[in-house]
């Protein structure tokens, strides 16, 4: 389907050309755009196809191009009536990076881009590794010293070169920087600084979408880079654009860490933007990122679904993972945060346990391991 | 859809009653026999479904005992041209053991079974801990001390109870037999000897039908019990007899490790049953099965589709692993054995590279992260 890019804060459009970041007139992050004028066939969706590709209709790569390791149409579990948790860790590299991974990349591929670089907190990193080596694609991972080991292993896994740097997912932003400055046939995938990454994470709201009929009430989504949770709220308005979905039910929740809770501070305040996160601390590595750069349009989302943003500390998110564990989910700390985001919202009024609320469970507990050991 | 149990080796005929195992008469593996006077309906798929419940039709629970942590509906990805790759370590548990659980699981609790025990070589284990706990039935595992610590974990996560015992998963199914000899309200779920896991197992084989409109020329198992090679040779049978498929153009290969090849042995000297592999030792523990139950069921399903079974070295493996990963994809050591099989299969002429043939990769090497660092 025909589309633009759009900026969303200053919303100057622009064709699609190869190797665009961000809004060159604003620096603001860009959205692709559908025009509006067509209505999709009514067999759209490719049912047999077990992956985010049964929409390949409202995906921007052209067939051709497409890199895909298998990645989507995850299934929506039942925690207890009205309770409902999606399992993202069953997507390949065991996180839903796998779906910004496998857009990103085929775009690149696309645009015959023929090296990759990120900075990252550790999972997107390792999915753009491994996607990137299926492409033919050199990449680049920079990632804090910190990040996970099994980050670390994907990416030598991948045969990907890796950079570890000291600090926080800034820094290793700031060493990308200068990477890309050095070597201008690298081209940056940060999260929100690029296109199409967000066209991947936009899936998830499609199968919700599409596995449940009526869209539920709440959703909670950890929201480090925030693309997940932009992403579903996307879907959500293309949706709506293409005449399948009448009004959107859904209140949108964003969960951080009290170690590590910009979104959060920022959304109390009534802010637009955040403040960066001095020395943030957390089990939850995927949450461990002190300014979004999507922020504005994180705080959108809440604002416009009348939704929220919550902080949850390390000791729910282990208790979350150990309760999960016991209904016979091995969770990741940033999914099980909504599982203790829940019972928080729900214990102050915030929202009705007799309302159908969604989780997101990030990613798969089996990359670790080692937190179920604390 | 009506069905009876029928004994694969005595063709003894049942009705299905609570806690069966093995058959009564000649201790022969039980398999549920549809009748063959009913047409499924053209909607019998449910298309939105993720997981193998699309084909809830052609499985034995009924609905109200569905136990479901999403198993199933994995993706088949091209390696290169005409060879494929099923990726069950998309599977809740990392595995394509969680389609057993599901099923075992389900009629367990169908059947009112309040306390279930398996022995096993590790990822079953893990898979039917998890399971029963998401169904509040109390599970007892069993594994050898030499089992992977991944799957001694996730016991433990599901709070499940585990025993260790020395040497093979002989010796833990001889700790089993006791166990139910001394408490005879445990109902024993091992490999073969219950009727249902393989019911989940067989709609691999579905999928592969639904998702790939033909069938391959040949698929390659990595094969320690069988179920899954038993499984969905059976599938293509009753998509025979539902009439949805005119003739199976597939040829079934199993592959073992040269540490414990006793269904290669059998196979190469004629032989319809297994002699116990001595001393059995490979990087791969699902391969580590030094007499499947089911050996007699492996053979038939090689020699009625033409197949074969070949044994690959443990260098051969993690080279498999290795050569993976720089194609994307994060495999386990058995599911990397069917690569290397298949690039012995091709070289010795048995199978033309001209034709297609679909390996099972049928675990996540995120559970084998250590085997990468061999």
Redesign the interface.
């Known amino acids: 389907m025909d589309y633009v890019l759009r900026c969303t804060r200053c919303h100057y459009v622009l064709p699609t050309i190869p190797r665009q970041t961000v809004c060159p007139r604003c620096q603001g992050v860009l959205f692709v755009e559908f025009s509006t004028d067509r209505e999709l066939p009514s067999d759209w969706i490719s ?5 985010l590709w049964r929409y390949a209709l409202v995906l921007p790569p052209e067939p051709r191009f497409r890199i ?3 990645e989507g ?5 039942t925690l207890k009536k009205h309770l409902l948790l999606k ?1 993202e860790g ?5 996180t839903f990076k796998a779906r910004g991974a496998a857009l990103a990349i085929s775009m690149a591929r696309q645009f015959g881009i023929r090296h990759v670089a990120t900075a990252t907190a550790g999972n997107a990193g390792g999915a753009a590794a ?2 990137a ?2 492409a033919g694609i050199k990449a680049t991972i920079i990632m804090p010293r910190s990040a996970p080991e ?1 980050n670390r ?2 990416v ?4 990907a070169r890796l950079e570890l740097v000291e600090g926080t997912i800034i820094d290793a932003g700031q060493r990308l920087a200068e990477l890309c400055r050095a070597d201008s046939t690298i081209f940056p995938l940060s999260t929100m600084q690029e296109p199409y990454r967000v066209e991947g994470k936009k899936t998830m709201g499609y ?1 919700i979408w ?2 449940r009929h009526a869209l539920p009430e709440n959703i909670i989504y950890p929201t480090g880079g925030g693309t997940g949770l932009v992403g579903i709220w996307k879907a959500f308005q293309e949706l709506k654009q293409f005449g399948l979905l009448e009004k959107i039910p859904t209140r949108m929740f964003a969960v951080q860490s009290t170690g590590c809770a910009p979104v959060v501070r920022a959304w109390r305040s009534h802010k637009e933007v955040c403040e960066p996160w001095a020395s943030p601390t957390t089990v939850a590595p995927g949450l461990c990122v002190p300014r979004p750069y999507g922020d504005y349009l994180i705080l959108r989302t809440l604002r416009e679904s009348r939704g929220g943003a919550v902080a949850v500390p390390d000791g729910g998110i282990l208790k979350a993972m ?1 309760e999960l ?6 969770a990741c700390p940033e999914g099980a945060a909504t599982f203790a985001a829940y019972q928080q919202l729900v214990e102050d009024g915030t929202i009705s346990p007799k309302d159908e609320t969604l989780l997101l469970m990030t990613g ?4 670790y ?1 080692a937190s ?2 604390k």
């Open positions: 049912v047999a196809d077990p992956t895909s390791l298998g149409f995850t299934p929506i579990l399992d069953r997507n390949p590299t065991g491994l996607y080596k299926a099994v292993l994907e030598r896994i991948a045969g199968e599409e596995q150990r564990g016991h209904r016979g989910i091995v798969s507990g089996y990359k391991l179920y050991q």
